[in-house]
C-alpha cells in the first residue's frame, strides 16, 4: 500500500520499458567524490534513486567509464573542472548543469556544479528526469534559481500544535530533541532539497521567548545539523518583549542600549551553535503581538534592532508587513500560544485593505541591508482570490519578500482540493506598473526591477506529522509547487502538475490527463463556491472554515464578513474607489484604470473594489444577481465535476490513496453546496431576487 510518506520521491520501477533499457544501459557506474557531508547525501541520493527507478546497483568508478555519471565541483572531481572550463560555464551558488557528453565511443551523463549544493540539486533534477520519464539521451540542462532565500515558514508552536496547521501535531517533536532525530527530519530535508526550498524558520510568527532560550537552541542547533547537508538554513521567529520576558530587562525599547546588547548577545549565542543561522522573522504590532510601536518607535526602528544584531554574522530579519488596526486592544487568548484575539468592542476601522500600505510605505529607504519586508501576496489575508498587495509596487527602496500561503486556512484547510500553483503565478504575473508596463510582481521579487541583491520568497507550510505530511494528499503538491515556482517562477502551473502527478502517483498518460484538468480546475473552483466576482473574508469567525457571511459580531469591525461584502438593498461589495475607501489610489495609475471603473474592472476583482446593484449588467449579459448565482451553482458543478473525473481513475492509482481522494471529494462536494446554498440564501435576503429556475435551488435547511 502507499501511504503517502514518501512524496514525489518514490522511486519505483520506471514501467515504459523502452525508457528503462535506455535508463539502465546509461547507468552503469557512478564518479562523486564526497569530500562533503552535501556530496555524499548527494551521492546516496542519486544511488537509491538510480537503483529503486531501474534496478541498476551501479559501480563506483575512479576513471570515467562508458555509462558512467559523474557529479561533483571543479573543487571535488579534476574532470568536472576541466568540463566547466571546457564549456566556460558557470553555474553560479546554487546552480547546476546537467550534460550529455561524448568523448570517442564513451557516453557519459555529467552534473556540474560551482558549489556542492549545486550538485545535489542537479541529483535531484536529474532524478526528476527518470520519474517522470524523460528520454536522457542529449541533455543540456543549465539550472539556476531566480530568487535567493526559499524558505518555508512554519507556524508551529513550542507544544506541537500547528497555527493554521490542517496536517496533524508539528513535525518538530521539542520534546526529544536534541538528542533524537527523527528520520522525518532527515526525509524533510530531503524533500524540500528536491524542489530547492533553503530554509525554513521552526517556529510560529505568534512567537514564544522560549525559544530563544539556552535549552531550545540546542535543540533548534540539532535541527540545522540535520539540514545543512541539504542546503537548508534554519531561522527563527523572535517575539519582540523576549528582552523583558527571558532577559529580565524591563523594556524591548528598540533604542534602548541595554536592549540592543542584549540581542546582540543573544545573536552570538545562536552563532556560536549554528554558525549559519538564517535569520529571524518577525511579526510586530500585528493581532496583539508586541513591537517597536508599543515603544513609540517605528517598524523601521525595530527591524533595524535585528539587523544590526544580526549583522556581523550574515543574517537577516523577514519583518513582515502583515499589519492592521494597532488601536485595536486584544487581550483574549483564542487560538494557542502567542495568538490573541480581541475582545472589545468592535469600532470603526480605515479600511483594512489600506493599513499595511499607509504604515510601511513612508518608511521606504529606511531599512538596513539586510532586512527584507515579507507582504501577504494579497491585502487581506490569503483569500481565494485577491488583488496582488499595493505594496508591491509601492517601495522601490526596500527588498520585498513574498508570503504566500501554503496551508489552506481559507482554500478548504485539510479537506478541500485545491491546487495553489495558479494562484501564485496570477500574483507573481501581475503587473505593478511601478517602472512601466513589465513590472510584473515577480519581478520585485527576485530583485531585478529595483537591483536588490537580497531576495525571497516565503510559503507558510501545510505540512504536520501525519502519515502522509498534508493531510490530503493533493496538499502535497502545493509544497512541492512552492519549491518548484520559488526556484523558477517561469514554469507553467500545468507543468509542474504534471511533473508532480508522474513523480506522485503515475506516469500513465491516461491518469495525467484527467489528474492534471482537475488540478487546474481547482483554484477557480473554489473561489467560485466560496467568493466569486471578487467577495473575500466571508467565511466562520476565529476557524475560518465554511461560510458565515451573515457574521456582524466577530468582536472587532475588521474581522465581520458584513464589513467586507456590505450587502444592501441596493447592491453588494465594498466600493474601494475615491468615492469609497479610496485604497485604489495606493496603486500605480495604470493599475487603478484597470480597476476603478465598474463597467470595465475585471469581474474577477469587481466586489473587491465596487459596490454593484443587484441590477447592474455584467459581461455575459447576466444581471450581477443572476451572476452570482452562476457563480456559485459552477462552484459547485465543478466539484461534481472533479469527483467523476477521480471516480474513473482507480485502476491508475492504488487503493489507499484513490479511496482517501474519493471520500475527501466527496466532503469537499458538500461543501460546495453549503458554501453555495449558505451565501445565496443570506445575499437574497438582500437582493430580494429569485434563484434563477435553472440553478438548483437551494435547501434551505
Ligand atoms: C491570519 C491567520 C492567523 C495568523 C495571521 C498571520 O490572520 O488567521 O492565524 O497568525 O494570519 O499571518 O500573522
Redesign the pocket.
Known amino acids: 500500500a502507499e501511504n503517502g510518506y514518501e512524496l514525489w520521491m518514490r522511486y519505483v520501477r520506471v514501467q515504459n520499458p523502452v525508457l528503462l533499457k535506455q535508463y539502465q544501459s546509461a547507468l552503469k557506474y557512478y564518479a562523486i567524490q564526497t569530500t562533503s557531508a552535501t556530496l555524499s547525501v548527494a551521492k546516496n541520493e542519486l544511488l537509491k534513486g538510480i537503483e529503486g527507478l531501474t534496478g541498476n546497483r551501479i559501480n563506483e568508478t575512479q576513471g570515467t567509464e562508458n555509462n558512467s555519471i559523474i557529479a561533483g565541483t571543479p573543487a571535488s572531481s579534476a574532470f568536472i573542472k576541466r568540463f566547466l572550463d571546457a564549456g566556460n560555464y558557470h553555474p553560479g551558488k546554487e546552480g547546476y548543469i546537467i550534460q550529455s557528453e561524448k568523448t570517442g565511443s564513451k557516453s557519459r551523463i555529467v552534473i556540474a556544479a560551482d558549489n556542492d549544493i549545486g550538485v545535489l540539486y542537479g541529483v535531484f533534477a536529474f532524478l526528476r528526469l527518470l520519474q517522470t520519464e524523460q528520454n536522457i539521451h542529449d541533455l543540456f540542462i543549465e539550472s539556476s534559481p531566480k530568487i535567493q532565500y526559499r524558505i518555508l515558514n512554519h507556524?508551529d508552536n513550542l507544544n506541537r500544535t500547528v497555527?493554521?496547521g490542517y496536517a496533524g501535531a508539528s513535525i518538530w517533536n521539542w520534546h526529544t530533541l536534541p538528542d533524537y532525530i527523527d528520520q522525518r527530519y532527515i526525509d524533510y530535508a530531503r524533500a524540500n532539497a528536491s524542489v530547492g526550498i533553503n530554509g525554513t524558520v521552526l517556529t510560529n510568527?505568534?512567537a514564544n521567548s522560549l525559544t530563544l532560550t539556552a535549552p531550545y537552541l540546542q535543540k533548534v542547533k540539532a535541527l540545522a545539523d540535520v539540514f545543512r547537508p541539504y542546503g537548508i538554513k534554519v531561522f527563527l521567529t523572535a517575539k519582540f518583549s523576549a528582552p523583558e520576558e527571558i532577559g529580565g530587562l524591563k523594556t524591548a525599547d528598540p533604542l534602548n542600549a541595554e536592549v540592543k546588547n542584549w540581542w546582540r548577545q543573544k545573536c552570538n549565542e545562536i552563532y556560536a551553535l549554528i554558525p549559519d543561522f538564517g535569520g529571524f522573522l518577525i511579526?510586530a504590532n500585528?493581532?496583539g503581538q508586541p513591537g517597536p510601536q508599543g515603544y513609540g518607535r517605528t517598524h523601521a526602528d525595530g527591524a533595524n534592532l535585528f539587523a544590526d544584531a544580526l549583522a556581523p554574522h550574515g543574517g537577516i530579519v523577514m519583518w513582515?508587513a502583515?499589519v492592521y488596526d494597532v488601536r485595536v486592544q486584544n487581550t483574549n487568548e483564542h487560538?494557542g500560544e502567542g495568538?490573541q484575539e480581541a475582545t472589545g468592542n468592535a469600532i470603526a476601522a480605515e479600511d483594512r485593505f489600506k493599513q499595511a500600505y499607509d504604515e510601511f510605505k513612508p518608511l521606504d529607504g529606511k531599512f538596513r541591508k539586510n532586512v527584507l519586508l515579507q507582504v501577504?501576496n494579497g491585502p487581506i489575508?490569503?483569500q481565494p482570490r485577491e488583488p496582488f498587495s499595493p505594496l508591491f509596487g509601492a517601495m522601490p527602496q526596500t527588498p520585498l519578500m513574498m508570503e504566500f500561503q501554503l496551508t489552506q486556512?481559507y482554500l478548504g484547510q485539510g479537506t478541500h482540493l485545491v491546487y495553489e500553483a495558479p494562484l501564485f503565478k496570477e500574483c507573481l504575473d501581475a503587473d505593478t506598473y511601478a517602472k512601466g508596463s513589465g513590472s510584473a510582481v515577480a519581478r520585485v521579487i527576485d530583485g531585478s526591477l529595483n537591483d536588490h541583491p537580497v531576495t525571497g520568497i516565503a510559503g507558510v507550510a501545510n505540512i504536520g506529522n501525519d502519515i502522509n505530511w498534508t493531510g490530503h494528499p493533493f496538499g502535497q503538491a502545493n509544497w512541492y509547487a512552492f519549491g518548484r515556482l520559488a526556484w523558477d517562477y517561469h514554469l507553467s502551473s500545468a507543468q509542474v502538475a504534471e511533473e508532480w502527478l508522474r513523480q506522485t502517483f503515475s506516469n500513465n498518460k491516461i491518469f495525467i490527463a484527467a489528474a492534471q484538468k482537475i488540478m487546474l480546475a481547482s483554484r477557480e473552483a473554489v473561489v467560485n463556491y466560496m467568493t466569486p466576482l471578487g467577495l473575500h473574508h466571508i467565511m466562520g469567525t476565529g476557524h475560518?472554515y465554511g461560510p458565515a457571511p451573515w457574521v456582524d459580531n466577530a468582536g472587532r469591525a475588521d474581522w465581520n464578513p458584513v464589513y467586507y461584502h456590505k450587502a444592501d438593498a441596493a447592491g453588494i461589495g465594498f466600493d474601494r474607489t475615491a468615492a469609497g475607501s479610496n485604497a485604489l489610489a495606493q496603486y500605480q495609475p495604470e493599475v487603478q484604470k484597470q480597476w476603478n471603473n465598474r463597467s470595465t474592472c475585471d469581474e474577477k476583482y469587481l466586489l473587491w473594489f465596487h459596490h454593484v446593484p443587484w441590477s447592474f449588467k455584467m459581461n455575459t449579459g447576466r444581471s450581477l444577481w443572476d451572476e452570482l448565482c452562476y457563480k456559485y451553482n459552477a462552484g459547485v458543478d465543478s466539484v461534481r465535476w472533479m469527483r467523476e473525473q477521480w471516480n474513473r481513475l482507480n485502476a491508475y492509482v492504488d487503493a489507499e490513496r484513490f479511496t482517501s481522494i474519493k471520500l475527501l471529494l466527496g466532503i469537499q462536494e458538500k461543501e460546495a453546496v453549503w458554501w453555495r446554498n449558505a451565501c445565496l440564501l443570506y445575499f437574497q435576503t438582500f437582493s430580494k431576487m429569485a434563484i434563477p429556475s435553472k440553478y438548483e435551488q437551494p435547501d434551505k435547511t
Open positions: 507556524w497555527e493554521r510568527v505568534n511579526k500585528s493581532e513582515r502583515f487560538f495568538h501577504k489575508d490569503f486556512e475560518h
